[in-house]
């Protein structure tokens, strides 16, 4: 094989960049530690355990739905509806969008979201980039009042965290669903 300059800096920038490929040959560190784990595995007979304040999930029959195994780095993308890449749009209007359309089956789901929590921080900054991902296989009704939300995933103080957010907020450019590729 036949490295370019073009080749040489990906593989230096896959590796933490400068600092990254002076610590591996200064053999201060092992060459695992520079290639992130983008596999994602889950048991999806399993089902995620969601907080007392939600009445029900909307949406049960797809809970469970979705590939065992997939690459979050090549076999997820981020999805926004048309409205999103003009400005500001509602989520129940996106929410209707995806279910007139039968693609909410395409999203991911709140346990695919705890997955990607545990895969740590860092896979989510290198794919995401300091947006918030909205996981909405797992659209849930409150108890108390009947609103919607929807989770969705976030940096937050140097964490991934999950959060919930009511479908009659306004979501824009950096607020992307995480649809499965086809």
């Given at each position: 094989?036949?490295?370019?300059?073009?080749?040489?800096?990906?593989?230096?920038?896959?590796?933490?960049?400068?600092?990254?490929?002076?610590?591996?040959?200064?053999?201060?560190?092992?060459?695992?530690?520079?290639?992130?784990?983008?596999?994602?595995?889950?048991?999806?007979?399993?089902?995620?355990?969601?907080?007392?304040?939600?009445?029900?999930?909307?949406?049960?029959?797809?809970?469970?739905?979705?590939?065992?195994?997939?690459?979050?780095?090549?076999?997820?993308?981020?999805?926004?509806?048309?409205?999103?890449?003009?400005?500001?749009?509602?989520?129940?209007?996106?929410y209707k969008y995806l279910k007139d359309t039968n693609t909410l089956g395409s999203c991911l789901?709140?346990?695919?979201?705890?997955?990607?929590?545990q895969k740590g921080v860092e896979i989510f900054r290198e794919l995401f980039k300091g947006k918030?991902?909205?996981?909405?296989?797992?659209?849930?009704?409150?108890?108390?009042?009947?609103?919607?939300?929807?989770?969705?995933?976030r940096e937050e103080g140097g964490e991934l965290v999950v959060h919930w957010r009511w479908l009659?907020?306004?979501?824009?450019?950096?607020?992307?669903?995480?649809?499965?590729?086809?």
């Open positions: 094989m036949e490295y370019n300059d073009s080749r040489l800096n990906t593989i230096v920038g896959k590796i933490g960049g400068d600092t990254g490929a002076l610590m591996f040959l200064k053999d201060s560190t092992s060459v695992s530690e520079f290639f992130p784990d983008f596999i994602v595995q889950i048991d999806r007979l399993v089902k995620p355990t969601y907080p007392d304040w939600i009445k029900e999930l909307v949406h049960p029959e797809l809970e469970l739905l979705g590939p065992a195994e997939y690459d979050l780095q090549a076999g997820v993308r981020q999805w926004l509806h048309d409205d999103q890449n003009r400005g500001y749009v509602r989520g129940g209007v996106i789901s709140l346990q695919d979201g705890l997955v990607i929590q918030k991902v909205f996981l909405w296989k797992s659209v849930v009704q409150l108890h108390h009042d009947n609103y919607l939300l929807v989770p969705f995933l009659d907020d306004r979501w824009n450019l950096n607020d992307p669903a995480l649809r499965f590729s086809k």
